[in-house]
């Protein structure tokens, strides 16, 4: 049973017990952990990760090949297409379980997402021009109609497209 003691301001305080019991003590084991390489990144104050802003753009890149919008991905993934903006402009990171709904609504691999990127280091994202072919609304359309042909016209329609190019080029 403890004996409980009144203080001078009328508080209530348990007495101190020293330990009694006495072991050998061994020395602490060490382990140095690797010390951070950079400081923590603040998105107010730094802008958006470049990885979340790559993954972002492979997002938007694989929805508008297969001709979705926001919205249809949106309701795939449980989301309003308010939040697949912010995941496409890397403002939102993307957590692995909705990575793995996103890549089972868009029909991909996870490492679709994080193609391109320099396997060295996760934090060297490719600089892609501003003019990138893929983003271009007509890049896209085209792409979409060359995968809705058959198969068998594929290569008929590479050989055109690279003869137009070499014609235009001779000019």
Do not use: W
């Amino acid at each position: 049973m403890k004996t409980i003691t009144p203080t001078a301001k009328g508080a209530v305080r348990a007495p101190l017990r020293a330990e009694a019991v006495t072991t050998p003590k061994e020395p602490p084991l060490t382990v140095e952990l690797p010390r951070p390489q950079r400081r923590r990144r603040v998105t107010r104050r730094d802008g958006p990760d470049p990885i979340d802003i790559h993954v972002g753009n492979r997002v938007k890149l694989r929805r508008k090949l297969l001709g979705l919008t926001q919205i249809e991905l949106g309701a795939a993934i449980g989301h309003t297409f308010q939040q697949v903006q912010k995941y496409e402009k890397g403002t939102n990171r993307i957590s692995a379980s909705m990575l793995h709904r996103i890549s089972q609504a868009l029909h991909i691999p996870i490492s679709f997402f994080f193609d391109d990127l320099s396997e060295a280091s996760g934090a060297q994202v490719p600089t892609l021009p501003t003019d990138d072919f893929l983003t271009r609304p007509e890049s896209i359309e085209l792409l979409r109609h060359y995968y809705q042909m058959p198969p068998l016209m594929h290569r008929h329609v590479q050989q055109l497209v690279r003869a137009m190019a070499k014609g235009d080029r001779a000019e």
